[in-house]
């Protein structure tokens, strides 16, 4: 069975998405038989490198509202994020342009597969909403990229060049074309789409469900 779950590194709900999918996943019977691949959605492809100013400031104006209010979101996105046994430090982010981090998601998934593409995704987002990294930046990137397993010349090789720029696009350009416009959204089998982050009851009912449609192709 094949997810594909377009999603960026500088979204919390991404974050939050991809630990529920997690742990419906440990309880889904066939899991050995799933392929997890991560699409990618920049959230602001026109972002710096190095996103200047406070996060909550960007939120507020994003979202038209008081960077009081912003903070609150910000404080309920943790809250929930915890029951999730993740750690967010708003207080830390060092968000940026996410096309490098993108790439590298490439890269990752050819040199690889899929378990190396996971593993590098945690990281980035980990490296987003609990250890304050500069996602934006090169040397960050490689270090996150190193620590997940790939070759550094090879990372390095990508982050100079444009290679993947173009993949990245194409993922990009199909979720225009599926019509998401908002992530996280997670793609089964090119027939079942969920859009956010479900709760992980509702997940293990949808894999399950897939499953069992999908059976038949699957002899």
């Known amino acids: 069975m ?9 979204c919390p709900w991404c974050a939050i998405g991809r630990a529920r999918l997690q742990a419906a996943l440990s309880g889904f019977a066939h899991r050995d038989a799933v392929t997890l691949r991560w699409r990618s959605f920049e959230l602001d492809p026109a ?10 400031e960007h939120l ?12 609150r ?3 309920q996105v943790t809250a929930t994020a915890a029951a999730d046994g993740l750690e967010f430090r708003f207080d830390r982010a060092r968000h940026g342009n996410t096309a490098d981090a993108h790439r590298l998601l490439h890269h990752a998934w050819e040199t690889g597969g899929a378990t190396v593409q996971d593993e590098l995704k ?9 250890d304050g990294e500069p996602i934006g930046d090169p040397e960050a990137l490689v270090r996150i990229a190193v620590g997940a397993g790939l070759d550094e010349d090879g990372v390095r090789a990508v982050l100079g060049s444009d290679r993947h ?5 194409a993922d990009e350009d199909l979720a225009r074309r599926l019509g998401i416009t908002s992530v996280p959204f997670l793609v089964i089998d090119d027939r079942y789409g969920v859009a956010g982050a479900q709760p992980i009851e509702a997940l293990r009912e949808v894999l399950d469900t897939a499953w069992a449609e999908g059976a038949p192709a699957r002899g």
């Open 47 to 56: 972002a710096p490198r190095k996103q200047p100013g406070d996060r909550a």
């Open 73 to 75: 979101m910000e404080g």
């Open 165 to 169: 720029l173009d993949d990245v696009r």
């Open 60 to 71: 507020a104006a994003k979202y038209g509202v008081s960077v009081a209010a912003a903070r």
């Open 122 to 130: 945690g990281r980035l987002l980990r490296a987003s909403f609990t």
């Open 2 to 10: 094949k997810l594909e779950i377009w999603s960026d590194v500088v």
